[in-house]
């Protein structure tokens, strides 16, 4: 009873936790600059309230047919969200760049962050759950690659801070460290799920909660604060992207160039 007590006063406590972070997107206008972080926070929100009255008013069990193939879907849609998300922030830090990139930096972001996850997937292997369902399994795996991918594109903007010119009072940095570190606790509770050989929702599941928590309590804290403005690139920088964005563009017109060239086959 008790911890079912504690499991509904942290399902409650992410809810409005949400609902503060939501609120504060729309009052402080960041959904201007960050309309779908603004949209994954509503979808989770919404997707907590809607679990919430299914859970408690339907009586449906966590191990039901129905509930898994529901509970997949979601997780593809947020998986999906999620890289959206990403995309945004990769998009939103060379923001002083853009008109001189215009479209081709959306599309080589969008493809540097598809073709990282793509990488991952194979990496990102079940043990000790052949005994699950394949929805199961297919949930954790998707649950996985989704977690790497957050903490490696932390590690990256982390890293790579000094050269984007980003700093931890910049929007882009403060919504991937907490992603960072809500994925890395995640993905070390998949591992342990896996280890045991089962899925359950003990202290485990607790434990990925309140890192969710504290993420969205991070994130509550950082958009009360004055938004920092935005920086220059250092002209090395500046050049790099330019170049890896020029590069691209001159790849793309020489493949149009060559498949015009190429003779068609007329009927005889």
């Given at each position: 009873m008790l911890t079912v007590g504690l499991d509904n006063a942290l399902f409650l406590a992410a809810i409005l936790a949400e609902a503060a972070v939501l609120g504060l997107?729309?009052?402080?206008?960041?959904?201007?600059?960050?309309?779908?972080?603004?949209?994954?926070?509503a979808w989770e929100l919404t997707g907590d309230l809607m679990a919430s009255f299914?859970?408690?008013?339907?009586?449906v069990g966590i191990n039901s047919h129905k509930y898994l193939v529901s509970f997949l879907i979601t997780q593809i849609l947020d998986s999906g969200l999620q890289i959206a998300v990403l995309i945004e922030i990769g998009w939103s830090i060379l923001r002083p760049l853009r008109s001189s990139l215009s479209?081709?930096?959306l599309i080589l972001v969008v493809l540097l962050i598809v073709a990282l996850g793509a990488v991952i997937w194979p990496f990102a292997s079940i043990h000790g759950v052949a005994s699950l369902s394949t929805a199961w399994r297919n949930i954790i795996h998707l649950q996985q690659t989704t977690s790497i991918l957050r903490i490696l594109f932390f590690v990256l903007l982390a890293g790579c801070g000094q050269l984007l010119s980003i700093g931890w009072q910049d929007r882009e940095l403060q919504i991937a460290t907490g992603f960072g570190f809500y994925s890395l606790?995640?993905?070390a509770v998949d591992i342990l799920h896996q280890h045991q050989g089962t899925v359950n929702y003990g202290v485990f599941n607790q434990l990925s909660t309140v890192s969710y928590l504290?993420?969205?309590f991070y994130w509550v804290f950082c958009f009360t604060q004055k938004e920092a403005k935005?920086?220059?690139?250092t002209p090395q920088m500046?050049?790099?992207l330019l170049a890896v964005a020029g590069a691209a563009r001159s790849s793309r017109i020489e493949i149009t160039d060559a498949t015009r060239r190429q003779p068609r086959n007329r009927p005889e």
């Open positions: 997107l729309l009052y402080k206008r960041a959904w201007r600059n960050l309309p779908i972080f603004t949209i994954y926070v299914l859970i408690h008013r339907h009586s479209s081709r930096g606790v995640s993905l504290c993420t969205l935005p920086r220059e690139f500046q050049n790099f």
